[in-house]
């Protein structure tokens, strides 16, 4: 079982920065993609960013040109660096990644943007 520990969320004024990382208990060198979505109370679960294997991003409308998603794999961590942060930014962040065989889930992180 692959445990996925989501840190970083916090409150932070509109502006602002976070880093959230997403570090995996397994080597991601060999994942197929991994995810970080967000969900807002009231809202469905949405996809924000997504890195493959071959390091091809992907990004919402919402956040392009302010979030960047990388990872290391030496450290089986993924990050997401959001800048610019808006009041409607505020969600729980998850992380997820798939390997060939199951998609695991983090537990998520709260990002609470103030104006």
């Known amino acids: 079982q692959v445990q996925l520990v989501e840190s970083g969320g916090g409150l932070v004024q509109a502006g602002g920065s976070l880093r959230l990382s997403c570090a995996a208990s397994a080597s991601i060198s060999s994942i197929i993609v991994m995810t970080w979505h967000r969900q807002a109370p009231g809202k469905q679960r949405e996809l924000v960013a997504r890195?493959?294997?071959?390091?091809?991003?992907l990004y919402a409308d919402s956040v392009k040109g302010r979030f960047t998603i990388s990872r290391d794999n030496a450290k089986n961590t993924m990050y997401l660096q959001m800048n610019s942060l808006k009041p409607e930014d505020t969600a729980v962040y998850t992380c997820?990644?798939?390997?060939?065989?199951?998609?695991?889930w983090g537990q998520g992180t709260q990002v609470t943007v103030s104006s």
């Open positions: 890195i493959t294997s071959g390091d091809s991003t």
């Open positions: 997820a990644a798939t390997w060939a065989v199951a998609t695991y």
